[in-house]
């Protein structure tokens, strides 16, 4: 406010007046004689008698001050408000922060924070609105846990961003939105799309070319084709990644095309788009230049399959993204052969190898040790190609004995071909290695799959569960099954549940009080699933559906 | 008193946790798992078993339909005021999903809620029947206070001699005097039984080194501190009313005798402040119906909190008595005819212009007051440089916020709430800015805390 006397002022001279006073003040009476001064009273009284009516007089005439520029309003957010249970469901979920408590998975209450993303990606499935004023808890989380911060940010809305822009704390969610926080221009407007790609900043183009890519691929490639001589490598790099979004074969000749290109990182980014289309030019010369390094060996009892490794990497291969050197320990020729297989189309093979199915092929004995060589290098081809067939060979009977260990696939490989299957032949494909290899190495393939999890697989874990505290052991050994158990496991399946609640009888060779401890894990785990439930209703959706 | 379909919600129940370590555990027990018999009433009492880590389940009621704010037992340990599981209880019952069912409370909770019925009921009987009895001698009580009137006038005196010295050495010697010179004085008023003198020279300590400005300031406050110090020197001299608000600036005891006023008591405001001994707790009540506000006031020692709760945005049919003293909003809950409820209504607003004037209107009957209690309507929370303004939408006059306030994190709420355009925000309007305390958007929209 600002000490402005009122028009009409009977004392004219008052801000003078006060003036006086304060100096008086300060320097003391003794050495200054303050202004007016009383009769018949001390200097400092009158003093600080004069004051009290100067102190009460400015105080009562105090005026608002001028308005500083408003702020730009907050764009709309066009979408419905959330209903007033969810509302108050993400009050509870963003009181729970973390940092406080006595941490560890002890208890029997769900853990809240946990379920964050869960009920975010709920709420983005439904479109609705965050309330505006969660939105500052709402940017505090995102700000602590990045892996929140994609769904956050989406459910946070325009608004967050016009907030962010308000408080450095939250600069992230300026970066993390693409363009910066300045909306992207209508696709339709060429003018102000090619204005933006000629002289947006970087992140801004990115978005722009991912937009226009998700949209309508050959026009993103067309503008990345008006520019892509003047740009800077490591953006050639960025920009020709974004190809990956929406690749088909009107995509090869740009991409053969970069495979001249001075930079090392694009030729090999541009290889690796290519060898994924199984049609193009360059996935045929892979083709040949693999299929001359492996055939069957009818002289043996049964037929093998037998690799006669590259002898030199010539300047061709390396054109089509070979690298040359291999890395520290491993041999040249077997890391050119695997970098060709990795490439060459998956389906070449079976003409190549009898006209035998993947499974047949895979099954067939390798000569020589080649064998985790050129099965490791089909894996990557089955991911790399998108190939559910081959994943499937691959992969084998989830119950075969070799499952378990680490065998030719190792459990990462395995998670990534998992992912090229569909999602119920994924759930049925760990259910089945749960049933015969219980949890110990599960925990990497449960990440893969869909969520909520199908009804196989849910029941799977739960025996698995079952069968682990029987055996004895503290629930915390398993205390990583649980937690994915409490997020994925469909909230249909806590009546099955029931049994495990109560604490059972101790058998004699059994760690103490795990019993106890196992109850209380179980108890956690129908409560989330019950909280979970409830969470889904609120948002307005079917029990257990769509928390991808 | 229906108190059926009509539930808090969560904000509502959270903001009755004594500390953050409770609202936490509370929030995690809102969920159905550990709780069996769970069930409500129409009367405003809410029960559950809940399971700890013990074999046996704590009982857990809650009264909500109390005068002071819910009431709670539990057959927990904690010494936690309400424990998590009260908390807990609550906000299941909050989140209203079925899994606390209208009922019949079992017999544990109906012996409780019997039990304190009656000793309500018998408190209430014995205060009817006459205001003096049980305050003993009424000629030993008026001694009393003669008594303390003696010492505290000493005490203003002798105040008024360090204030004419101070100002005959000059403030600038204040400066390197420091705080040890005002907590002596300050203890020399506690003596005196001047709780108010105290609390103002110690306030009078920190200004100093408050920054630029900080002589103007030092003045200021001096000068009001002489005002009360000759205020209460010549009390007999002053209109009653005036000299009721001297002895409360004091610091003497006051009951709240006003005539009881019936009203719809909308909820508008709590927050605690705390120092080292004490914390206190502010509500601002809002008469829908007499169009005042009110300020109840309630003590907790330090790290607990003061048991008067009422949730923001909740209706209260209550009558309330002032504190005597002009200009003082002061006033006590007394008897409460229904319990609490949710409620649409929000207080009429005023402009910034209005808000300074009736400020400075305010001073006339109390001129110590540092804010008066004011509902602004139609303005946007606006960036000022490194501070914030809240600024009429039409005009172009504006209120800065508090240095205090730009510091909390209801600021962001509230301008998130606002996303630019003009919101409804009550708050304290003084010589030092405004301090928002609660906002509505424009249109609908709940009451959002923003303390």
């Given at each position: 406010?600002?000490?402005t006397?009122?028009?009409?002022?009977?004392?004219?001279?008052?801000?003078?007046?006060?003036?006086?006073?304060?100096?008086?003040?300060?320097?003391?009476?003794?050495?200054r004689?303050?202004?007016?001064?009383?009769?018949?009273r001390?200097?400092?009284?009158?003093?600080?008698?004069?004051?009290?009516?100067?102190?009460?007089?400015?105080?009562?005439?105090?005026?608002?001050?001028?308005?500083?520029?408003?702020?730009?309003?907050?764009?709309?957010?066009?979408?419905?408000?959330?209903?007033?249970?969810?509302?108050?469901?993400?009050?509870?979920?963003?009181?729970?922060?973390?940092?406080t408590?006595?941490?560890?998975?002890?208890?029997?209450?769900?853990?809240?924070?946990?379920?964050?993303?869960?009920?975010?990606?709920?709420?983005?499935?439904?479109?609705?609105?965050?309330?505006?004023?969660?939105?500052?808890?709402?940017?505090?989380?995102?700000?602590?846990?990045?892996?929140?911060?994609?769904?956050?940010?989406?459910?946070?809305?325009?608004?967050?961003?016009?907030?962010?822009?308000?408080?450095?704390?939250?600069?992230?969610?300026?970066?993390?939105?693409?363009?910066?926080?300045?909306?992207?221009p209508?696709?339709?407007?060429?003018?102000?799309?090619?204005?933006?790609?000629?002289?947006?900043?970087?992140a801004?183009?990115?978005?722009?070319?991912?937009?226009?890519?998700?949209?309508?691929?050959?026009?993103?490639?067309?503008?990345?084709?008006?520019?892509?001589?003047?740009?800077?490598?490591?953006?050639?790099?960025?920009?020709?990644?974004?190809?990956?979004?929406?690749?088909?074969?009107?995509?090869?000749?740009?991409?053969?095309?970069?495979?001249?290109?001075?930079?090392?990182?694009?030729?090999?980014?541009?290889?690796?788009?290519?060898?994924?289309?199984?049609?193009?030019?360059?996935a045929?010369?892979?083709?040949?230049?693999?299929?001359?390094?492996?055939?069957?060996?009818?002289?043996?009892?049964?037929?093998?399959?037998?690799?006669?490794?590259?002898?030199?990497?010539?300047?061709s291969?390396?054109?089509?993204?070979?690298?040359?050197?291999?890395?520290?320990?491993?041999?040249?020729r077997?890391?050119w052969?695997?970098?060709?297989?990795?490439?060459?189309?998956?389906?070449?093979w079976?003409?190549?190898?009898?006209?035998?199915?993947?499974?047949?092929?895979?099954?067939?004995?390798?000569?020589?040790?080649?064998?985790s060589?050129?099965?490791?290098?089909?894996?990557?081809?089955?991911?790399?190609?998108?190939?559910?067939?081959?994943?499937?060979?691959?992969?084998?009977?989830?119950?075969?004995?070799?499952?378990?260990?680490?065998?030719?696939?190792?459990?990462?490989?395995?998670?990534?071909?998992?992912?090229?299957?569909g999602?119920?032949?994924?759930?049925?494909?760990?259910?089945?290695?749960?049933?015969?290899?219980?949890?110990?190495?599960?925990?990497?393939?449960?990440?893969?799959?869909?969520?909520?999890?199908?009804?196989?697989?849910?029941?799977?874990?739960?025996?698995?569960?079952?069968?682990?505290?029987?055996?004895?052991?503290?629930?915390?050994?398993?205390?990583?099954?649980?937690?994915?158990?409490?997020?994925?496991?469909?909230?249909?399946?806590?009546?099955?549940?029931?049994?495990?609640?109560?604490?059972?009888?101790?058998?004699?060779?059994?760690?103490?009080?795990?019993?106890?401890?196992?109850?209380?894990?179980?108890?956690?785990?129908?409560?989330?699933?019950?909280?979970?439930?409830t969470?889904?209703?609120?948002?307005?959706m079917?029990?257990?559906l769509?928390?991808? | 008193?229906?108190?059926?379909?009509?539930?808090?919600?969560?904000?509502?129940?959270?903001?009755?946790?004594?500390?953050?370590?409770?609202?936490?555990?509370?929030?995690?027990?809102?969920?159905?798992?550990?709780?069996?018999?769970?069930?409500?009433?129409?009367?405003?009492?809410?029960?559950?078993?809940?399971?700890?880590?013990?074999?046996?389940?704590?009982?857990?009621?809650?009264?909500?339909?109390?005068?002071?704010?819910?009431?709670?037992?539990?057959?927990?340990?904690?010494?936690?005021?309400?424990?998590?599981?009260?908390?807990?209880?609550?906000?299941?019952?909050?989140?209203?999903?079925?899994?606390?069912?209208?009922?019949q409370?079992?017999?544990?909770?109906?012996e409780?809620?019997?039990?304190?019925?009656?000793r309500?009921e018998?408190?209430?009987?014995a205060?009817?029947?006459?205001?003096?009895?049980g305050?003993?001698?009424?000629?030993?009580?008026?001694?009393?206070?003669?008594?303390?009137?003696e010492?505290?006038?000493?005490?203003?005196?002798?105040?008024?001699?360090?204030?004419?010295?101070?100002?005959?050495?000059?403030?600038?010697?204040?400066?390197?005097?420091?705080?040890?010179?005002?907590?002596?004085?300050?203890?020399?008023?506690?003596d005196?039984?001047?709780?108010?003198?105290?609390?103002?020279?110690?306030?009078?300590g920190?200004?100093?080194?408050?920054?630029?400005?900080?002589?103007?300031?030092?003045?200021?406050?001096?000068?009001?501190?002489?005002?009360?110090?000759?205020?209460?020197?010549?009390?007999?001299?002053?209109?009653?009313?005036?000299?009721?608000?001297?002895?409360?600036?004091?610091?003497?005891?006051?009951?709240?005798?006003g005539?009881p006023?019936?009203?719809?008591?909308?909820?508008?405001?709590?927050?605690?402040?705390?120092d080292?001994?004490?914390t206190?707790?502010?509500?601002?009540?809002?008469?829908?119906?007499?169009?005042?506000?009110?300020?109840?006031?309630?003590?907790?020692?330090?790290?607990?909190?003061?048991?008067?709760?009422?949730?923001?945005?909740?209706?209260?049919?209550?009558?309330?008595?002032?504190?005597?003293?002009?200009?003082?909003?002061?006033?006590?809950?007394?008897?409460?005819?229904?319990?609490?409820?949710?409620?649409?209504?929000r207080?009429?607003?005023?402009?910034?212009?209005?808000?300074?004037?009736?400020?400075?209107?305010?001073?006339?009957?109390?001129?110590?007051?540092?804010?008066?209690?004011?509902?602004?309507d139609?303005?946007?929370?606006?960036?000022?440089?490194?501070?914030?303004?809240?600024?009429?939408?039409?005009?172009?006059?504006?209120?800065?916020?508090?240095?205090?306030?730009r510091?909390?994190?209801?600021?962001?709420?509230?301008?998130?709430?606002s996303?630019?355009?003009?919101?409804?925000?009550?708050?304290?309007?003084?010589?030092?800015?405004?301090?928002?305390?609660?906002?509505?958007?424009?249109?609908?929209?709940?009451?959002?805390?923003?303390?």
């Amino acid at each position: 406010m600002t000490r402005t006397s009122a028009p009409a002022d009977p004392h004219p001279h008052a801000p003078a007046a006060w003036e006086e006073l304060v100096t008086a003040a300060l320097l003391g009476t003794e050495r200054r004689t303050p202004p007016g001064g009383t009769p018949g009273r001390e200097a400092p009284v009158a003093l600080l008698d004069a004051a009290a009516v100067e102190t009460v007089r400015r105080r009562a005439g105090l005026r608002p001050a001028r308005a500083a520029r408003r702020p730009d309003p907050a764009p709309e957010d066009p979408r419905p408000a959330l209903p007033a249970a969810a509302a108050r469901r993400l009050t509870m979920l963003l009181a729970d922060r973390p940092g406080t408590g006595g941490g560890g998975r002890r208890g029997t209450a769900p853990d809240l924070m946990e379920l964050l993303p869960q009920w975010l990606a709920a709420a983005n499935d439904r479109g609705f609105a965050a309330p505006p004023e969660t939105l500052p808890a709402l940017l505090d989380a995102a700000r602590g846990r990045t892996d929140l911060r994609p769904a956050a940010l989406a459910f946070a809305g325009p608004r967050a961003v016009w907030l962010a822009r308000l408080n450095p704390d939250w600069r992230f969610a300026l970066r993390a939105t693409p363009g910066g926080g300045t909306a992207l221009p209508h696709l339709e407007d060429a003018d102000r799309v090619r204005q933006l790609w000629q002289e947006g900043l970087f992140a801004e183009r990115v978005a722009l070319l991912a937009a226009i890519r998700a949209r309508e691929p050959a026009a993103a490639r067309e503008l990345l084709g008006t520019t892509w001589a003047t740009e800077r490598a490591e953006d050639r790099l960025m920009f020709l990644d974004s190809l990956r979004t929406g690749l088909g074969p009107r995509d090869e000749p740009f991409l053969e095309q970069a495979l001249a290109d001075r930079s090392r990182n694009v030729r090999a980014t541009a290889a690796e788009l290519l060898s994924a289309l199984p049609e193009s030019a360059l996935a045929a010369r892979m083709a040949v230049r693999a299929g001359a390094c492996v055939a069957v060996d009818h002289t043996r009892d049964t037929p093998t399959i037998s690799v006669e490794a590259p002898h030199e990497c010539d300047a061709s291969m390396e054109r089509d993204g070979v690298v040359p050197k291999a890395p520290a320990g491993r041999g040249e020729r077997s890391w050119w052969f695997g970098q060709l297989v990795e490439a060459a189309p998956l389906g070449t093979w079976s003409g190549r190898l009898g006209g035998r199915t993947p499974e047949e092929i895979v099954a067939l004995p390798v000569a020589d040790d080649w064998q985790s060589e050129l099965h490791a290098a089909w894996c990557r081809a089955a991911v790399r190609q998108r190939d559910a067939e081959w994943a499937r060979a691959l992969l084998g009977s989830p119950s075969a004995p070799e499952a378990g260990g680490p065998g030719a696939v190792s459990l990462a490989e395995r998670a990534k071909l998992l992912g090229r299957l569909g999602a119920a032949d994924r759930a049925d494909w760990v259910a089945g290695f749960i049933a015969t290899h219980g949890l110990s190495e599960a925990f990497q393939l449960l990440g893969v799959c869909a969520v909520p999890w199908a009804g196989p697989l849910g029941r799977a874990v739960v025996d698995a569960l079952n069968i682990a505290r029987d055996a004895g052991s503290y629930p915390w050994s398993f205390s990583g099954v649980m937690g994915l158990a409490e997020r994925c496991l469909a909230p249909s399946e806590a009546s099955r549940l029931d049994g495990l609640l109560a604490v059972p009888d101790e058998p004699e060779d059994a760690s103490p009080g795990a019993g106890g401890y196992w109850a209380e894990a179980f108890q956690r785990l129908v409560t989330t699933l019950r909280f979970r439930a409830t969470m889904t209703d609120e948002l307005g959706m079917a029990e257990g559906l769509g928390m991808a | 008193m229906t108190q059926q379909g009509v539930r808090w919600s969560a904000d509502q129940v959270l903001a009755l946790a004594p500390d953050t370590a409770s609202r936490k555990a509370g929030n995690k027990l809102g969920a159905a798992g550990p709780w069996s018999e769970a069930g409500s009433s129409d009367e405003g009492t809410v029960w559950g078993l809940c399971k700890g880590s013990g074999s046996k389940p704590y009982q857990t009621v809650v009264d909500i339909a109390d005068v002071s704010g819910p009431a709670y037992k539990c057959s927990c340990p904690s010494r936690k005021f309400p424990c998590k599981h009260a908390l807990g209880l609550l906000l299941l019952w909050a989140g209203g999903d079925g899994a606390v069912p209208p009922g019949q409370p079992p017999g544990w909770a109906e012996e409780w809620i019997a039990g304190r019925r009656k000793r309500a009921e018998e408190k209430r009987t014995a205060g009817a029947a006459g205001p003096g009895a049980g305050s003993g001698d009424p000629e030993a009580a008026r001694r009393r206070s003669e008594r303390r009137a003696e010492r505290v006038t000493a005490g203003a005196t002798e105040l008024e001699q360090r204030l004419a010295d101070l100002l005959r050495g000059g403030l600038a010697g204040a400066e390197q005097a420091g705080y040890g010179l005002w907590e002596e004085t300050a203890a020399r008023m506690v003596d005196a039984q001047a709780p108010g003198l105290a609390a103002r020279v110690r306030e009078l300590g920190a200004i100093p080194a408050s920054g630029a400005g900080w002589p103007v300031r030092l003045l200021e406050e001096c000068a009001l501190l002489h005002l009360l110090d000759q205020g209460w020197l010549r009390r007999e001299r002053l209109p009653d009313a005036l000299a009721d608000t001297v002895r409360s600036r004091i610091g003497l005891p006051a009951s709240a005798d006003g005539p009881p006023v019936r009203d719809r008591w909308l909820v508008l405001a709590q927050y605690d402040t705390a120092d080292t001994k004490l914390t206190t707790r502010r509500i601002w009540l809002y008469g829908t119906e007499s169009d005042r506000t009110a300020l109840l006031l309630s003590y907790g020692a330090a790290g607990r909190a003061p048991e008067l709760t009422l949730p923001v945005g909740l209706v209260l049919d209550a009558e309330v008595s002032a504190y005597p003293g002009a200009g003082q909003l002061r006033a006590s809950l007394a008897e409460q005819f229904a319990a609490p409820t949710p409620s649409p209504i929000r207080p009429p607003g005023v402009t910034t212009t209005e808000a300074a004037a009736r400020y400075g209107d305010a001073l006339r009957l109390d001129p110590w007051l540092d804010s008066l209690p004011v509902t602004l309507d139609h303005v946007v929370p606006t960036p000022d440089g490194d501070s914030w303004q809240l600024a009429d939408a039409d005009t172009d006059t504006a209120l800065p916020l508090t240095p205090a306030a730009r510091a909390r994190p209801g600021l962001w709420r509230l301008v998130a709430l606002s996303g630019g355009a003009p919101v409804r925000v009550f708050g304290e309007c003084g010589h030092h800015g405004f301090t928002p305390l609660t906002a509505w958007p424009a249109g609908t929209g709940e009451a959002v805390q923003l303390c």
